[in-house]
Each structure stands twice: as structure tokens, then as C-alpha cells.
């Protein structure tokens, strides 16, 4: 509790860098590992533009994080230029995350005049059939090359994310040089968290050795190309980035690993968080668990990501269970909370696609 007369420090803790928000779960597309199980029909209880309004005063009041606006498809929402108009007008940086079928040479001016910096396109396949057969919509494949290219003569930054699956792990090499040859700025694989329809494909997650083979590659080709490489729910890339600049013998240094040597694996709750399309908090889109609701707070976003008990209980990396709560990547890794939940039922248990084995101690890595 706040004493009356005392003055809130605004910058204790940790604060939002990144906030990802559905703004709709309507989308053109029902693709086979969708979070949000998203469908082309109306949902109850979606936000109205004021709402919007409200939310991002409350954000710009004590943070400048990055807002994502996502979905379902956020394009399906007519008020979409609006709430990204609004928040650039606050001094937010608002980025997009369409599915491209959308797009068109109008809308993608209609993006850019809203200040929306960059966007992202899902590829998922380097061939149409692959892609396509994931996503269930014929043409998606050709919709997504279609929007990168208007965005790349519109001149609107783009980068190509891909979620990695059995189906396309073989194809990560023609993917990410497809992603080039099209001019995205970065490439990010996103390694499955099977949760909302992403359930079901719970066989076509790759084996933790796998993920390691995967994240080595990352590595390897981050070092050969000039396009940046970003894995996503993948923390324990940042251990295995460490271990290799270790056996170069180079010490990961801000001044010469760049944004590599300072952001580390799992975000969720402490740079990170997810606003659902009823006002819902999360860690992330992939640990449906509330945090808080947003209406229910009067929008007072800031008062959830201070005092919500989960975010504290996940800020509190040596609480963590079994190996995540003694390795000495803790700090720099956390693992995924949604993947060990998903296995467990415990968001704060060990990682289980991770083979790492920590070292007796639990020393801290820098």
C-alpha cells in the first residue's frame, strides 16, 4: 500500500519493453498451431476504440514499450489505423502483425501513415504447399510473398517469422533464404508452444535434441549473414550463444554482441506481457493464465504489471523448480513458463525441452 502523500517512484521495477496485444481473434484463416484459435466470425467482448484509447494512455504514462498489435488478423478491425495512430501520437512504437491476405497497395500506405514501423509475415514453408497445408487456406502462401513485396516497395519494414514444426524444420535453410531475397530486415523462428489449437500438433513438436541442433544453426548462421536472426520462445538460445562464444573464446560483451549479450530468453512478465482480446493479462500469448483483467482494473494497466502475483512469482528466477531454478543460465535463459506448464501443470517447473544439464552450483552466469 501507497501512503497517500508519497510520491510513486515510476521506474521501480522492472519495466514493459515489449506488449503484445489481440486486438481481435477474427481472422481469414484457422491455421493449424493458432494460439488464439482464432476464425472468421464475431467474438463477444472485444474492445471498443475508446477502450484502445484508454489502455494506451495507461501504458504511455509510465513506459514506452513497443506494442505489437496482433490477433486473430488486427486488419480484420477497421479501427485498427486509428489505435495505431493514437499511440504513435503518444510516443509508443507500434508494430504489426497482419496475415498479408489483406494488404493491398492502399492498405499499406494506410499502415505507414498510422507510424507503423515494421511488420511482421508468418512463412511457414518454403513452397506454397507446405505453407499453405499448415495455414488451411489455399493462396496464403502467395498472399504473404504478395505482402511483403507491396511492403517493400511501400518501403514499410518487415520481418518473416516461422513457426519451426517436424514439417518444416528441413526447410529452415530455403525459408530463411527466401526471407532475404524478399528484403525482410530480420528472421525470427518462433519453436512451438502447443497451446490453444497448437495442442494438436503436440506430435509435430520437435525433439529437445532437435531444438538444440536448430538453435546451433541459428547461431551459425547469425555469424554468416548479414539479416538479423531472432528465435523466439526459444530461451535457452542464449545459453547455447554463450557456450559457443565461450569455445571461440569470446567473452558476450554489450559493446561487441550487441543486442545479443543483453536480452535473454523468456521475456514473459518481466519485459513482456500479452493483453487478450477481452482485456485478459498474460505473461505471454502462451501461458493462459490472468494475470489480471484489464476492464475489471479500470484500465489501469500499470497497477497488473506492478502488483499481479504472477509476475512476480516469474520475476523471481532462483524460485523456479527443478533444473531452471539452479542453472547458472538462469539469468540470461528462465526458460519457457507455457512449455513447462503445458507439461506439467507448474508454469514455474524446469523447462522440458531443454537438455541441459547445470553445473552442482548454482552460479550465476554473466
Known amino acids: 500500500m501507497h501512503h497517500p502523500h508519497e510520491k510513486m517512484d515510476m521506474k521501480k521495477g522492472p519495466q514493459p519493453r515489449l506488449v503484445a496485444w489481440e486486438l481481435t481473434k477474427r481472422c481469414p484463416l484457422s491455421c493449424r498451431h493458432c494460439r488464439a484459435s482464432a476464425s472468421d466470425r464475431d467474438f463477444g467482448g ?3 476504440t475508446d477502450e484502445c484509447y484508454q489502455v494506451l494512455d495507461n501504458i504511455a504514462s509510465f513506459a514506452r514499450p513497443i506494442m505489437i498489435l496482433t490477433g486473430g488478423e488486427p486488419m480484420a ?3 485498427v489505423y486509428d489505435i495505431a495512430q493514437y499511440g504513435t501520437d503518444l510516443g509508443l512504437r507500434m508494430v504489426m502483425a ?5 494488404m493491398n497497395r492502399e492498405s499499406t500506405r494506410r499502415i505507414l ?24 487456406v489455399e493462396g496464403a502462401f502467395d498472399a504473404v510473398l504478395n505482402a511483403a513485396r507491396l511492403a517493400r516497395e511501400e518501403e514499410l519494414e518487415f520481418q518473416i517469422n516461422t513457426t519451426v514444426t517436424k514439417l518444416n524444420v528441413h526447410q529452415l535453410d530455403g525459408i530463411l533464404n527466401l526471407a532475404v ?9 518462433f519453436l512451438l508452444v502447443p497451446t490453444g489449437r497448437g495442442r494438436e500438433l503436440l506430435d509435430l513438436e520437435i525433439e529437445p535434441e532437435a531444438y538444440e541442433e536448430v538453435l546451433s544453426w541459428v547461431y551459425h548462421k547469425s555469424m554468416e549473414m548479414s539479416i538479423q536472426l531472432k528465435p523466439t520462445c526459444a530461451p ?8 559457443k562464444e565461450r569455445e571461440a573464446g569470446r567473452k558476450v560483451r554489450p559493446e561487441t554482441h550487441g543486442m545479443n549479450a543483453m536480452t535473454k530468453g523468456c521475456l514473459g512478465g518481466q519485459a513482456f506481457a500479452f493483453i487478450s482480446n477481452t482485456g485478459r493479462v498474460q505473461i505471454c500469448g502462451f501461458l493462459d493464465l490472468e494475470a489480471g483483467d484489464i476492464r475489471r482494473e479500470g484500465y489501469d494497466f500499470h497497477r497488473i504489471w506492478r502488483n499481479s502475483p504472477l509476475f512476480t512469482a516469474v520475476r523471481d528466477l532462483d524460485g523456479y523448480h527443478g533444473r531452471c531454478g539452479l542453472c547458472e543460465y538462469r539469468r540470461v535463459c528462465g526458460g519457457c513458463r507455457a512449455r513447462a506448464y503445458a507439461a506439467t501443470g507448474d508454469y514455474l517447473a524446469e523447462e522440458p525441452y531443454c537438455v541441459y544439464k547445470p553445473r552442482r552450483k548454482a552460479v550465476q552466469e554473466v
Open 113 to 136: 501513415s498510422a507510424g507503423i514501423q515494421r511488420i511482421s509475415l508468418s512463412l511457414d514453408g518454403a513452397d506454397a504447399q507446405t505453407h499453405d497445408s499448415f495455414r488451411q
Open 46 to 48: 472485444e474492445f471498443s
Open 236 to 243: 535457452h538460445y542464449y545459453r547455447i550463444f554463450r557456450q
Open 181 to 189: 531475397e524478399l528484403g525482410a530486415v530480420s528472421y525470427h523462428p
Open 77 to 79: 478491425r477497421d479501427d
Open 98 to 102: 497482419p496475415c498479408g491476405i489483406l
